[in-house]
């Protein structure tokens, strides 16, 4: 079992709609997430933080984590075709070592 | 938010060449900063951690020897690629993480290194 899992994808959308991306871990006691678009040849970007149970929004993007359920999903509204890139999803925790453990991603397709 | 930069963006060698990377944090001091390999169409690699004034700490199956990294300042953290190989070849990414041990890592733009 994978430390961090994510759906490959890809996951297409069209545009305008909502985007949901999934994140499931499996060190309970990690303790700091994050979410990262990366374009293809390009590095990856910050998006999101999110350190607490609940709900979290920056513009179109909206973090939700559940740590019991040891789960974390990205949501993106109104979804752009400059949205089109790979989403990763990164953990931090004591368990790894305090560096962070990264799923495969998510490659999102939005659709004009 | 933070800027990390890195040079060169991409640098093609010969094989058996050496070839040194920077990363540098511009906007803040940076204590401990990370070195990343990605092939085509996988995530990021950790290749090791690097801290300010003390030897890195590298992944499983990543030789130091091959590897050297250097994290003179704060501000500055170097990765030298020595006697590069054609399976050398990859995007090498580094990152700077800011605060606290759980806290956010920033990352370069890449660089992209080709050995013929």
């Known amino acids: 079992q994978k430390e961090v899992e994510q759906n490959s994808g890809p996951l297409s959308v069209p545009e305008g709609a909502i985007a949901s991306l999934n994140c499931t871990y499996s060190d309970r006691v990690s303790q700091s997430f994050f979410w990262y678009r990366q374009y293809s040849g390009k590095s990856p970007e910050l998006i999101m933080s999110i350190y607490s149970n609940g709900d979290k929004e920056d513009g179109r993007f909206t973090a939700q984590l559940n740590k019991a359920s040891q789960y974390v999903s990205l949501l993106i509204r109104d979804s752009q075709p400059s949205d089109s890139a790979t989403y990763l999803c990164?953990?931090?925790?004591?368990?790894?070592?305090?560096?962070?453990?990264f799923g495969g991603g998510t490659r999102v397709l939005v659709k004009p | 938010g933070a800027v990390v930069s890195q040079h060169p963006s991409r640098v093609i060698c010969k094989s058996g060449t050496s070839v040194k990377i920077e990363c540098r944090s511009l906007?803040?001091?940076?204590?401990?900063m990370f070195w990343y390999r990605q092939f085509p169409k996988q995530s990021l690699m950790l290749m090791a951690t690097s801290n300010e004034g003390s030897k890195a700490t590298y992944e499983q199956g990543v030789e130091k020897d091959k590897f050297l990294i250097n994290h003179a300042s704060l501000t500055l953290s170097t990765l030298t690629v020595t006697s590069a190989h054609p399976e050398d070849s990859s995007f090498y990414i580094c990152s700077a993480r800011v605060g606290s041990l759980t806290d956010t890592q920033y990352f370069g733009p890449g660089t992209r290194l080709t050995v013929l």
């Open positions: 990164a953990v931090n925790g004591e368990a790894a070592g305090n560096k962070l453990t």
């Open positions: 906007d803040f001091q940076a204590t401990t």
